[in-house]
């Protein structure tokens, strides 16, 4: 059985009368990628501050579970990513990278053998030596990350960790996380780039703000809250989908139809039930996507402060 290491008790944060984080409970595992998601005002940032004891929450505890019992934070067990981007600009890459190692009490040996690991990984080899400031911002991004996770913490926190990403680059970072908690790290990612993070996450904690939404194990929730959706490529306006049985919704546009099939539908039943004399240049059948379930859940609700 997995070991919590991290766990919010009821956490309330308010700014200026506004309550930003609400009651917020939740558990995070040895080898768990946890996704916390939301639009922006959702509450995961604070949340994140509230964790790292940058702020405090008004109410409620987070409590850490290093040593198998209540324990207090220890930052050389912690790798942080923030969404704020910040590297000494005039500083060469591999100098900075063992900087911060240093101040986690990181072996300068370690932490050298295990850059050059990630920057051959990242395709970064020749930026060794060369200075942050003529990083672009992607690779500044994956240097950030190696500097969140070169000291082989045991909880790891990433807010919005894609941010900047080529789609190539988000796929290394994926196959990256997934790693670390396959090594026994509990991971924390927060973005609001749901199609990403479902992608790599085994729980996930949907907020909308500040309060929870749904919250659960991923697979579970697909199969409880995500019903088939169905895509037809071709232009079929002229035809009326509508009689087919168990279906929910149907949209329409120029080259493309949206079937939403109800719950418990049968989805191949659905698709040998389609219109004669539809055109289908491309079909796609799966389930809804976590921002579509968040989206009904939430009410489309979004909110610009963080």
């Not at 984080?21 to 501050?49: F, P, W, Y």
């Not at 009490?105 to 003529?134: C, H, I, M, S």
């Not at 309060?211 to 071709?234: H, M, N, P, W």
Request: a neutral charge.
């Amino acid at each position: 059985m997995m070991t919590h290491l991290l766990e919010l008790d009821n956490i309330t944060k308010a700014f200026a009368g506004k309550t930003v984080v609400d009651g917020l409970s939740c558990q995070v595992r040895a080898g768990e990628v946890l996704g916390m998601l939301g639009h922006n005002g959702a509450g995961k940032t604070t949340t994140i501050r509230c964790v790292l004891g940058i702020i405090r929450p008004d109410s409620g505890r987070v409590l850490f579970h290093f040593n198998g019992g209540p324990s207090p934070l220890l930052p050389a067990l912690v790798g942080y990513l923030p969404e704020e981007r910040g590297l000494y600009k005039k500083q060469k890459v591999l100098d900075i990278l063992l900087y911060l190692a240093k101040l986690k009490n990181y072996p300068v040996a370690r932490a050298r053998q295990r850059v050059r690991q990630y920057l051959q990984k990242f395709d970064l080899t020749d930026w060794e030596k060369g200075k942050t400031e003529e990083l672009s911002k992607g690779m500044a991004q994956k240097i950030q990350f190696i500097a969140a996770v070169l000291h082989e913490p045991k909880l790891v926190i990433l807010d919005e960790p894609f941010s900047g990403l080529d789609p190539v680059s988000q796929e290394q970072l994926k196959a990256e996380i997934r790693t670390l908690a396959a090594q026994g790290a509990a991971v924390v990612l927060s973005s609001h780039q749901m199609h990403l993070v479902e992608e790599v996450c085994d729980h996930i904690l949907l907020l909308d703000r500040g309060q929870t939404v749904l919250s659960g194990d991923l697979r579970q929730i697909k199969e409880q809250f995500a019903d088939y959706k169905c895509e037809i490529v071709g232009d079929n306006r002229h035809l009326d989908f509508s009689s087919i049985p168990e279906i929910r919704q149907v949209k329409q546009e120029e080259g493309r139809t949206l079937i939403y099939l109800q719950k418990g539908a049968d989805p191949v039943k659905t698709m040998q039930a389609l219109p004669a004399g539809t055109t289908i240049r491309e079909l796609t059948l799966n389930r809804v996507s976590l921002h579509e379930i968040y989206l009904s859940m939430a009410g489309g609700g979004m909110d610009n402060e963080k």
